[in-house]
T-cell receptor, first 111, second 115 residues
């Protein structure tokens, strides 16, 4: 059974520091992995999608890596800003369409 | 930029009542999904839908739940007889295709409160 874990559960950094968010999954048979941002009481905003055949994906200050064989993905956010404060969720696509989510990492960036 | 929309943003209902949550997926998308998030818990998959049929459903999606695409733009989730434990944020999502490089795009959610 696929399990998705995100560590740490919460993270606080001063503005300007780089953020490193971790996601692990137990079954490497996935189609893709997606990173989302969730603001309090709001919906999910897609940040990046990495296909199972890819090792890395970049968008602006965001970079996500995927090591499928070890069941890990890392989201890097460079030069963090207070506006980056949110909960970050990773989700794997273990079957055609369905996403399975981790519990998220709650990030606070202090000015 | 195209987006998924959901109505209402907040629904309050009495236990045992029927509710219908509405979603308008992105217009050129073919695959539709419902997820829910109970307060403080993970986002959970409920059901996927394609070509007017359920593609996959989770254990949560029992006989009390149903989905429908009543016209060319709307996608609905019906809960026949709500329970207290149905209180959650319900998210609709859509994608062009499932899997591969196809992102799922989520709506802002409907907060369902069952009293």
């Amino acid at each position: 059974k696929q399990e998705v874990t995100q560590i740490p559960a919460a993270l606080s950094v001063p503005e300007g520091e780089n953020l490193v968010l971790n996601c692990s999954f137990t079954d490497s048979a996935i189609y893709n992995l997606q990173w989302f941002r969730q603001d309090p009481g709001k919906g999910l905003t897609s940040l990046l999608l990495i296909q199972s055949s890819q090792r890395e994906q970049t968008s602006g200050r965001l970079n996500a890596s995927l090591d499928k064989s070890s069941g890990r993905s890392t989201l890097y956010i460079a030069a963090s800003q207070p506006g980056d404060s949110a909960t970050y969720l990773c989700a794997v696509n273990p079957s055609w369409g369905k996403l399975q989510f981790g519990a998220g990492t709650q990030v606070v960036v202090t000015p | 930029e195209p987006e998924v929309t959901q109505t209402p943003s907040h629904q309050v209902t009495q236990m045992g009542q029927e509710v219908i949550l509405r979603c308008v997926p992105i217009s050129n998308h073919l695959y539709f999904y419902w997820y829910r998030q109970i307060l403080g818990q993970k986002v959970e998959f409920l059901v996927s839908f394609y070509n007017n049929e359920i593609s996959e459903k989770s254990e949560i999606f029992d006989d009390q739940f149903s989905v429908e695409r009543p016209d060319g733009s709307n996608f609905t989730l019906k809960i026949r007889s709500t329970k207290l434990e149905d209180s959650a944020m319900y998210f609709c999502a859509s994608s062009e295709e499932p899997g591969g490089d196809n992102e799922q795009f989520f709506g802002p959610g409907t907060r369902l409160t069952v009293l």
